[in-house]
T-cell receptor, first 112, second 115 residues
Framework: EDKVVQSPLSLVVHEGDTVTLNCSYE??????LLWYKQEKKAPTFLFML????IEKKSGRLSSILDKKELFSILNITATQTGDSAVYLC????????????FGKGTLLTVNP | KAGVTQTPRYLIKTRGQQVTLSCSPI?????VSWYQQTPGQGLQFLFE???????NKGNFPGRFSGRQFSNSRSEMNVSTLELGDSALYLC??????????????FGPGTRLTVL
C-alpha cells in the first residue's frame, strides 16, 4: 500500500524564522511529488518535483526531492503570518494504478 | 481562465439518503479526480476520470460512484449515506493526456454533513 508520511505534524514559529517540512514516501511507480498549501479552503499548488537534486524555488519557498532516499523537504525562509496553513505533500503514481496519495499534512502556525 | 467549480458548496443529508455532487473542471482539462477529506484520515483519493472513463479507483466501498460527461464535467454519487461519509469532497482537474501527468487544480469542495 502506498504511504506518504509528513513531519512534524505541527509547528509553531515566530515571524522571520526559517522552517523545514519533511515528506517521506513509499509508493509503486513513482511519477512525481507535489506540495500544496491549504488554508481554510481547497489546496493550492506550490511545487511539482520529478527529478532528484533539482531545487524548485518560488520566492521564500523552495523544495527538493531525493528519489534515492525517498523524501522531499519544503523550506520556507523569513516566515510571515500569511504562511500559516496546512502544508500537504502528495505523491503521484502512474502506470495502470494512477493515483495521488496524500500525507496528513503539517500545520504551520507563524506568530507575529 | 475560470477555476474548478463544485456544486453545491454545502449539503446536509440524513443517513440512508443518497447524494450527487457536481464538478466542472478548468476549460481544456480532461482529467477529473475526486477526494474525500476528513480530520481523521486527511485527503483520500476516491477515483479519477479521463475522457469519460474511470482510470483508477481508491479504496472506497461501492456506495461511492462517479461518472464523467463528454464536456469533462463530472458527478460523484454516494448512496445509502452513513454518518462517516460526512466530509469535505474535493474535485481536482488536470490536463493529463494518456498517462502523462500534470498539475492538479482543486475546486473549493462540497461540505457534506450526514445527520
Amino acid at each position: 500500500e502506498d504511504k506518504v508520511v509528513q513531519s512534524p505534524l505541527s509547528l509553531v514559529v515566530h515571524e522571520g524564522d526559517t522552517v523545514t517540512l519533511n515528506c517521506s514516501y513509499e509508493v509503486t511507480n513513482f511519477r512525481s511529488l507535489l506540495w500544496y498549501k491549504q488554508e481554510k479552503k481547497a489546496p493550492t499548488f506550490l511545487f511539482m518535483l520529478t527529478s532528484s537534486g533539482i531545487e524548485k524555488k518560488s520566492g521564500r519557498l523552495s523544495s527538493i526531492l531525493d528519489k534515492k532516499e525517498l523524501f522531499s523537504i519544503l523550506n520556507i525562509t523569513a516566515t510571515q503570518t500569511g504562511d500559516s496553513a496546512v502544508y500537504l505533500c502528495a505523491v503521484e503514481s502512474g502506470g495502470s494504478n494512477y493515483k495521488l496519495t496524500f500525507g496528513k499534512g503539517t500545520l504551520l502556525t507563524v506568530n507575529p | 481562465k475560470a477555476g474548478v467549480t463544485q456544486t453545491p458548496r454545502y449539503l446536509i443529508k440524513t443517513r440512508g439518503q443518497q447524494v450527487t455532487l457536481s464538478c466542472s473542471p478548468i476549460s481544456g482539462h480532461r482529467s477529473v479526480s475526486w477526494y474525500q477529506q476528513t480530520p481523521g484520515q486527511g485527503l483520500q483519493f476516491l477515483f479519477e476520470y479521463f475522457s469519460e472513463t474511470q482510470r483508477n479507483k481508491g479504496n472506497f466501498p461501492g456506495r461511492f460512484s462517479g461518472r464523467q460527461f463528454s464536456n469533462s464535467r463530472s458527478e460523484m454519487n454516494v448512496s445509502t449515506l452513513e454518518l462517516g461519509d460526512s466530509a469535505l469532497y474535493l474535485c481536482a482537474s488536470s490536463f493529463a493526456t494518456g498517462w502523462v501527468t500534470d498539475t492538479q487544480y482543486f475546486g473549493p469542495g462540497t461540505r457534506l454533513t450526514v445527520l
